[in-house]
């Protein structure tokens, strides 16, 4: 089956033909191939070209290479520049994952300005091959062999299982002009020694090396499908969910012969790298350790692993110079304040009566610092909170968000656990504020 038939058959399955597609071209010959093939099929796209800036007037003139292009041939452009060096090292990444970063946000507007269905990449077997290689060569599990989809949300690769001598054959027979990029001569990144060196010792094993390789990551794809829903069961059978927490149960998964390969599979995608897991795995008797990846904190706890995405920024302390609000909030806790009289006093979980005489204003609601002290309602003596913590086993993750109410002087409350001796209700109390607290 040739290129074109290829690209009929895409778009009969998947019922493209109607509809509206965001082109990505920068002038090579893989995106000019596709540019041809798309007039060709008379699709309705809007071509897209994303200048870099990394390479000079090599950049400015591909750019302008893909503008007359497009007048030439009457299709609608969209473009855009980009200072590359600068977003790399706002986001502290590499100039190939800010760029890659950077194109696809400006797709997804584009497609979403001119109200278009998909997004078309230029992608073929050789880049898939290239990925795979460049993959097992990380040591990186089966997703990462699946390599790239041909779609993927909004976002397809009518070319992915075509070689690329076909797609030059193809520029070839039909005389599109292309540009050359020059960043693709030089071995300086990683897949570029894998397309100039690896690739052409591959193909003189076999001369259909590429288009197999790119035929197993299919293969892998439709496994990947079939694990997943298994490693989906095995979640939701071995994991919870409390208050935004992800707690995973190392009692029972410690147990499975694939325990390793759960916790990659899961920790991966949050951000963990395979030292940090490995770490975790054998560390499981040292509770109390923490890990953090960029976006997410895990607390081996015991039998448990609990991992919670990182806040953004710290609760900002709440702060009341004279009497309290009805009801506010504060780090997830809902407070409902009450003065009641003895009678009403009910000793149940979650409330906590205080000595309203006894607190002197302002009085601020924040987490806890270390050095917190306070005495604990029946102790005759101060108690670091900290060490307070450890007695009522309170792990990391819920004593940097419990509420700690403080006034003037000392601590109030460890809320919702256990107030300071000091605000405890006498016999002499004439005032009794109660706390309701609802996590």
Partial sequence: MNIVELLKDL????????????????????????????KSANLNIVVAH?????????????????????????????STRFDTKTASKELGLSTQETARILRYNWFENIRQQHNANYILTAHHANDL?????????????????????QKNGVVIRPLIMVSQET????????????????????????????????????????????????????????????????????????????????????????????????????????????????????????????????THMLLLNRDELKIKELQSQPSKPLVFQKGFPNTFTFNGYHFEATHINKSQIDFKKNLLYLDAE??????????WNHGDSFRPLGMKSNKKISDFFIDCKIDLFEKTKLPIMCDEDNVIAVIPYRIDDKYKITDYTNTILRLKVTP
């Fill in 11 to 38: 778009l009969n399955i998947n019922t493209l033909n109607d509809q509206k597609f965001i082109l990505a071209v920068s002038g090579g010959k893989d995106s000019m191939a596709l540019t041809h093939l798309c």
């Fill in 167 to 294: 797609i030059y054959n193809y520029i070839t027979q039909h005389q599109i002009p292309f540009r050359n990029d020059s960043s693709n001569l030089s071995d300086d990144y990683t897949r570029n020694f894998i397309r100039h060196h690896i690739i052409p010792k591959l193909v003189e094993v076999n001369n259909h090396a590429v288009e197999h390789i790119a035929k197993s990551t299919q293969v892998l794809q439709e496994a990947q499908t079939i694990i997943e829903e298994k490693l989906n069961d095995l979640k939701e059978k071995h994991t919870t969910y409390k208050d935004s927490t992800l707690i995973i149960n190392l009692g029972t998964i410690k147990q499975l012969p694939y325990y390793n390969y759960l916790l990659h599979y899961w920790l991966l995608p949050i951000g963990f790298n395979s030292n940090q897991i490995n770490a975790i795995i054998n560390n499981n008797h040292n509770s109390g350790k923490t890990w953090n990846s960029l």
């Fill in 129 to 149: 091959a290239e990925t795979f290689l460049f993959n097992a060569a990380r040591g990186i599990g089966i997703a990462g062999l699946s390599g790239i989809p």
């Fill in 358 to 367: 006894k607190i002197s204003f302002p009085v601020t609601i924040r987490t």
């Fill in 50 to 78: 994303c200048n870099f800036m990394l390479r000079e007037q090599e950049s400015m003139d591909d750019e302008a290479f893909v503008r007359s292009y497009c007048s030439a041939n009457q299709i609608v452009l969209e």
